[in-house]
C-alpha cells in the first residue's frame, strides 16, 4: 500500500497546513476542496449518464443538451427552466 498513513503522519501533514494556510483560511480551503470533489462526482455521473444515453440514440442525447445549460462559474449543468446554479447560486 503506497499511502500507509497513521496517527502521527496525519497530525504531521495537519500542523503542515495549519502552517502554509493559517487558521482563518483552513475552512476556506477544506470547503473549496469539498466543492471541487462534489464537481468531480457530478461530472463523473454526468459522464456515465451521457454514455449511456449516447449508447441508447443520438435524439436522446440532443434533448437532453438542449434542456440544460451550463454554469459559467463552476461549470455545473442545471435544467434550462432553473434561473440560477444549483451548485453555487450564480443567475443564468
Same mark, same amino acid.
Given at each position: 500500500?503506497?499511502?500507509?498513513?497513521?496517527?502521527?503522519?496525519?497530525?504531521?501533514?495537519?500542523?503542515?497546513?495549519?502552517?502554509?494556510?493559517?487558521?482563518?483560511?483552513?475552512?476556506?480551503?477544506?470547503?473549496?476542496?469539498?466543492?471541487?470533489?462534489?464537481?468531480?462526482?457530478?461530472? &463523473? /455521473?454526468?459522464?456515465? *449518464? !451521457?454514455?449511456?444515453? =449516447? %449508447? &441508447? /440514440?443520438?435524439?436522446? *442525447? !440532443?434533448?437532453?443538451? =438542449? %434542456?440544460?445549460?451550463?454554469?459559467?462559474?463552476?461549470?455545473?449543468?442545471?435544467?434550462?427552466?432553473?434561473?440560477?446554479?444549483?451548485?453555487?447560486?450564480?443567475?443564468?
Amino acid at each position: 500500500m503506497p499511502f500507509n498513513l497513521g496517527g502521527p503522519e496525519l497530525v504531521f501533514i495537519l500542523v503542515i497546513v495549519l502552517i502554509v494556510f493559517g487558521a482563518g483560511k483552513l475552512p476556506d480551503v477544506l470547503g473549496q476542496l469539498g466543492r471541487g470533489v462534489k464537481s468531480f462526482r457530478d461530472e &463523473a /455521473g454526468n459522464e456515465k *449518464t !451521457a454514455s449511456v444515453a =449516447a %449508447s &441508447a /440514440g443520438g435524439a436522446t *442525447t !440532443a434533448t437532453t443538451t =438542449a %434542456s440544460t445549460w451550463t454554469c459559467k462559474s463552476c461549470g455545473r449543468t442545471n435544467a434550462a427552466d432553473a434561473k440560477f446554479c444549483a451548485n453555487c447560486g450564480t443567475a443564468h
